[in-house]
């Protein structure tokens, strides 16, 4: 064999060519079988498309050819907003006249006569003692609360200019002279100091506890310095005082209020609907009230009938009232921007029309919060407020040969003044005060409060002046020192539980329903039923809160109340925006659905969905369940809904789904209502639960929606 045979063969060229042109076309028939499958999948993509796109036009088309025909039958389920309104206006009329029947002597804080006169009467009565005054304060607070709840639940429509300023500055009044009793029955009681001596120290001890106050007060009879610190007993309140007043003749009192009389008078954000009967048809208008920090006028020549109206309800220290709209710039400058038509009226289905909020860019009305100064658009006292005086203690009863001889001063109750007031002792420091207080057990305090002290002169609360503070929350006290007597009130984050975690209606009965909210630190359950709603439970760590307020049946604007005075607030203020992250909606949107779901909500369970937040601001996607059982909606039995609301639809997506996607759920259509999309999926018996709920129950259901604007703050 001769060398080199078992090598590879040297293709020639003419081989070389060959196989690189086969090689060439075998390239060029795969890019013309890539081309031609591309075109085929582009085509089928196409003629895809243009079958979705015409079954949408077709739907779409046949959705409004029949939007006539539903957004009739929806007024006719409308007509029970105007029912509850009527039912109100008889009841608070009714409940007028029971008042004038009962000539019981208590006066109606609606007429200024009557109020007028039981002021002036109680005015003029001196001498009384701490009982009664507390007695008769009882009575104060209620006519205070019904004047609030008299400017929370009267259409705003039916409230003129000049009865909302003289229903504030009744509130004020009566606030006023409810202290002022109080300071003259503490002077009373003052004077016979001697009487109340307690046995071992010798100094005056008295605790008077009721319902809505705790009257605490020590009298330094014998000014002994060992006796610079008391605690007293039976509330659990106490002070540690400097040595130089510890030997002066002083008094201190510890007067806490459970309620907050100081603070600047706040509103309760609310959404009314206003419901007119023209000739022709039912109309609604939303009022819909997202004041915020800036006013601009409204715009005059709105002549609609139906129209988002601001509500100038908000109650206030310093008693003013401007025709203006209050609005929300973060919420509905896109809505501004895209339609650029800032006067005009944003028509809905139901013939409920929402007037774009207008922009205000005056920055005189931004309010400029100083250092150590508590900002209560975030904040909110909690727990009421405990007033800790030094006061002059007045000379005493003695005894002389059998005769009882007193000095008798017309000073009025003299406070006792530390740090001493005077220019050589202006810049010297002096020993701070020592508090212990007790708080509230019908409180809830989810982190460690700050402590606020009130500024008189500034008429705010402010957080320095105040050190040491020390919190046992198992206890539930805190102790601090301070450098002067003060008033003193704790201070809490008023948005902890927002945004919530999650939210259900969930149908439990004839007119009932669960509405639970779950936030951060506590799953709240409310029961509506009727026209009344109760707080059903508040779960907090693994635990039941507040039983004092559980099961008691009242209105919802009552509930929304009684929970914020607890400090359970899942009811965003008109400020919120800005210190919670917002899942921003448009009110068109926000408010429609709140009312379409109030309609159905009787046979129809609704839930939080996570695609909210991808839905846009145009969109909010929300699950549905039919549910006329009374246990838990199951996972699977769950739909979703997105509805903007002028359109509704079924999605395609589940909870569980991927990514978000607007595509319609299989042999699905478009409806102009939710009532109507609904519907396609209900039994009879579900709609005929519909159809006969109460107007009450529909308008209670609304109210607590709109108060707690689960769409926008989950």
Same mark, same amino acid.
């Given at each position: 064999?001769?060398?080199?045979?078992?090598?590879?063969?040297?293709?020639?060229?003419?081989?070389?060519?060959?196989?690189?042109?086969?090689?060439?076309?075998?390239?060029?028939?795969?890019?013309?079988?890539?081309?031609?499958?591309?075109?085929?999948?582009?085509?089928?993509?196409?003629?895809?498309?243009?079958?979705?796109?015409?079954?949408?036009?077709?739907?779409?088309?046949?959705?409004?050819?029949?939007?006539?025909?539903?957004?009739?039958?929806?007024?006719?389920?409308?007509?029970?907003?105007?029912?509850?309104?009527?039912?109100?206006?008889?009841?608070?009329?009714?409940?007028?006249?029971?008042?004038?029947?009962?000539?019981?002597?208590?006066?109606?804080?609606?007429?200024?006569?009557? =109020?007028?006169?039981?002021? /002036? *009467?109680?005015?003029?009565?001196? &001498? #009384?003692?701490? +009982?009664?005054?507390? @007695? $008769?304060?009882?009575?104060?607070?209620?006519?205070?609360?019904?004047?609030?709840?008299?400017?929370?639940?009267?259409?705003?429509?039916?409230?003129?200019?000049?009865?909302?300023?003289?229903?504030?500055?009744? =509130?004020?009044?009566?606030? /006023? *002279?409810?202290?002022?009793?109080? &300071? #003259?029955?503490? +002077?009373?009681?003052? @004077? $016979?100091?001697?009487?109340?001596?307690?046995?071992?120290?010798?100094?005056?001890?008295?605790?008077?506890?009721?319902?809505?106050?705790?009257?605490?007060?020590?009298?330094?009879?014998?000014?002994?310095?060992?006796?610079?610190?008391?605690?007293?007993?039976?509330?659990?309140?106490?002070?540690?005082?400097?040595?130089?007043?510890?030997?002066?003749?002083?008094?201190?009192?510890?007067?806490?209020?459970?309620?907050?009389?100081?603070?600047?008078?706040?509103?309760?954000?609310?959404?009314?609907?206003?419901?007119?009967?023209?000739?022709?048809?039912?109309?609604?208008?939303?009022?819909?009230?997202?004041?915020?920090?800036?006013?601009?006028?409204?715009?005059?020549?709105?002549?609609?009938?139906?129209?988002?109206?601001?509500?100038?309800?908000?109650?206030?220290?310093?008693?003013?009232?401007?025709?203006?709209?209050?609005?929300?710039?973060?919420?509905?400058?896109?809505?501004?921007?895209?339609?650029?038509?800032?006067?005009?009226?944003?028509?809905?289905?139901?013939?409920?029309?929402?007037?774009?909020?207008?922009?205000?860019?005056?920055?005189?009305?931004?309010?400029?919060?100083?250092?150590?100064?508590?900002?209560?658009?975030?904040?909110?006292?909690?727990?009421?407020?405990?007033?800790?005086?030094?006061?002059?203690?007045?000379?005493?009863?003695?005894?002389?040969?059998?005769?009882?001889?007193?000095?008798?001063?017309?000073?009025?109750?003299?406070?006792?003044?530390?740090?001493?007031?005077?220019?050589?002792?202006?810049?010297?420091?002096?020993?701070?005060?020592?508090?212990?207080?007790?708080?509230?057990?019908?409180?809830?305090?989810?982190?460690?409060?700050?402590?606020?002290?009130?500024?008189?002169?500034?008429?705010?609360?402010?957080?320095?002046?105040?050190?040491?503070?020390?919190?046992?929350?198992?206890?539930?006290?805190?102790?601090?020192?301070?450098?002067?007597?003060?008033?003193?009130?704790?201070?809490?984050?008023?948005?902890?539980?927002?945004?919530?975690?999650?939210?259900?209606?969930?149908?439990?009965?004839?007119?009932?329903?669960?509405?639970?909210?779950?936030?951060?630190?506590?799953?709240?359950?409310?029961?509506?039923?009727?026209?009344?709603?109760?707080?059903?439970?508040?779960?907090?760590?693994?635990?039941?809160?507040?039983?004092?307020?559980?099961?008691?049946?009242?209105?919802?604007?009552?509930?929304?109340?009684?929970?914020?005075?607890?400090?359970?607030?899942?009811?965003?203020?008109?400020?919120?925006?800005?210190?919670?992250?917002?899942?921003?909606?448009?009110?068109?949107?926000?408010?429609?659905?709140?009312?379409?779901?109030?309609?159905?909500?009787?046979?129809?369970?609704?839930?939080?969905?996570?695609?909210?937040?991808?839905?846009?601001?145009?969109?909010?996607?929300?699950?549905?369940?039919?549910?006329?059982?009374?246990?838990?909606?199951?996972?699977?039995?769950?739909?979703?809904?997105?509805?903007?609301?002028?359109?509704?639809?079924?999605?395609?997506?589940?909870?569980?789904?991927?990514?978000?996607?607007?595509?319609?759920?299989?042999?699905?259509?478009?409806?102009?209502?939710?009532?109507?999309?609904?519907?396609?999926?209900?039994?009879?018996?579900?709609?005929?639960?519909?159809?006969?709920?109460?107007?009450?129950?529909?308008?209670?259901?609304?109210?607590?929606?709109?108060?707690?604007?689960?769409?926008?703050?989950?």
């Amino acid at each position: 064999m001769s060398g080199g045979s078992g090598g590879k063969k040297k293709l020639s060229k003419a081989e070389r060519l060959r196989l690189q042109k086969e090689e060439e076309d075998r390239r060029l028939i795969e890019e013309e079988e890539a081309r031609l499958r591309a075109e085929q999948e582009e085509a089928e993509r196409l003629e895809k498309e243009r079958i979705v796109r015409e079954e949408r036009e077709r739907l779409e088309a046949k959705d409004q050819e029949r939007r006539g025909t539903e957004l009739a039958e929806l007024h006719s389920l409308e007509e029970n907003f105007l029912s509850a309104r009527q039912w109100k206006a008889d009841y608070r009329a009714h409940a007028k006249w029971e008042h004038y029947m009962q000539c019981d002597g208590s006066p109606d804080p609606a007429v200024p006569q009557e =109020i007028n006169t039981f002021m /002036s *009467l109680w005015q003029e009565n001196k &001498n #009384e003692d701490i +009982e009664f005054v507390i @007695k $008769k304060g009882n009575q104060v607070l209620n006519l205070i609360e019904k004047l609030n709840f008299l400017l929370l639940d009267t259409p705003p429509n039916e409230l003129m200019e000049k009865v909302i300023i003289q229903y504030q500055e009744s =509130i004020l009044e009566l606030q /006023s *002279l409810l202290h002022q009793k109080y &300071n #003259e029955a503490t +002077e009373h009681l003052l @004077k $016979k100091a001697s009487t109340f001596a307690d046995s071992d120290s010798g100094n005056m001890d008295v605790v008077i506890k009721d319902k809505n106050i705790t009257f605490c007060i020590w009298g330094n009879l014998k000014k002994n310095p060992r006796f610079k610190n008391h605690m007293f007993c039976d509330a659990e309140n106490g002070f540690d005082l400097p040595k130089t007043v510890a030997t002066s003749d002083v008094a201190v009192r510890i007067l806490h209020t459970h309620y907050d009389h100081i603070s600047p008078l706040q509103c309760i954000p609310k959404l009314h609907l206003k419901v007119q009967a023209p000739e022709s048809k039912p109309e609604l208008t939303v009022l819909y009230d997202m004041k915020e920090e800036k006013e601009e006028e409204q715009k005059s020549g709105e002549d609609s009938d139906l129209v988002i109206e601001k509500e100038s309800d908000g109650r206030k220290s310093a008693i003013s009232f401007k025709d203006s709209t209050k609005i929300d710039p973060d919420e509905n400058e896109t809505l501004e921007e895209e339609s650029d038509k800032k006067s005009e009226n944003v028509s809905t289905n139901s013939g409920v029309q929402v007037a774009p909020l207008q922009v205000a860019t005056d920055e005189k009305e931004e309010e400029i919060i100083g250092e150590n100064v508590v900002d209560l658009h975030q904040f909110t006292p909690v727990g009421g407020v405990y007033l800790i005086d030094a006061l002059k203690l007045p000379p005493q009863a003695k005894q002389i040969k059998g005769w009882t001889m007193v000095e008798l001063l017309d000073v009025g109750l003299e406070i006792y003044p530390y740090p001493p007031e005077s220019e050589e002792t202006e810049d010297a420091t002096y020993p701070h005060i020592g508090v212990t207080l007790r708080l509230l057990d019908s409180v809830i305090f989810f982190e460690e409060p700050m402590v606020g002290r009130w500024d008189s002169e500034g008429k705010q609360w402010r957080t320095d002046g105040i050190s040491d503070i020390k919190y046992k929350m198992k206890e539930k006290q805190i102790s601090f020192e301070m450098d002067a007597f003060y008033t003193i009130t704790l201070i809490q984050d008023a948005h902890l539980n927002m945004p919530y975690q999650s939210w259900e209606l969930r149908p439990n009965g004839t007119d009932e329903l669960l509405f639970t909210v779950v936030t951060a630190f506590a799953e709240v359950q409310m029961q509506i039923k009727g026209n009344q709603c109760m707080l059903s439970s508040i779960i907090m760590d693994g635990s039941e809160q507040l039983s004092h307020l559980t099961g008691k049946w009242t209105s919802p604007i009552d509930l929304t109340i009684a929970l914020k005075k607890a400090g359970v607030n899942i009811f965003p203020s008109d400020y919120s925006h800005k210190y919670v992250c917002v899942n921003k909606k448009t009110p068109l949107a926000e408010v429609t659905t709140y009312q379409q779901m109030a309609l159905v909500a009787s046979a129809f369970a609704f839930s939080w969905s996570k695609w909210n937040l991808a839905s846009g601001q145009d969109q909010v996607v929300f699950k549905v369940s039919e549910h006329l059982k009374t246990d838990a909606v199951k996972d699977e039995d769950w739909s979703l809904y997105m509805f903007n609301g002028q359109r509704a639809q079924r999605l395609n997506i589940s909870e569980t789904s991927e990514a978000f996607s607007e595509d319609l759920a299989e042999n699905t259509e478009f409806h102009s209502t939710l009532y109507h999309l609904i519907k396609d999926f209900a039994s009879e018996e579900a709609i005929e639960e519909v159809k006969k709920a109460s107007c009450l129950f529909i308008d209670a259901i609304y109210q607590l929606l709109i108060a707690t604007r689960v769409l926008t703050y989950s």
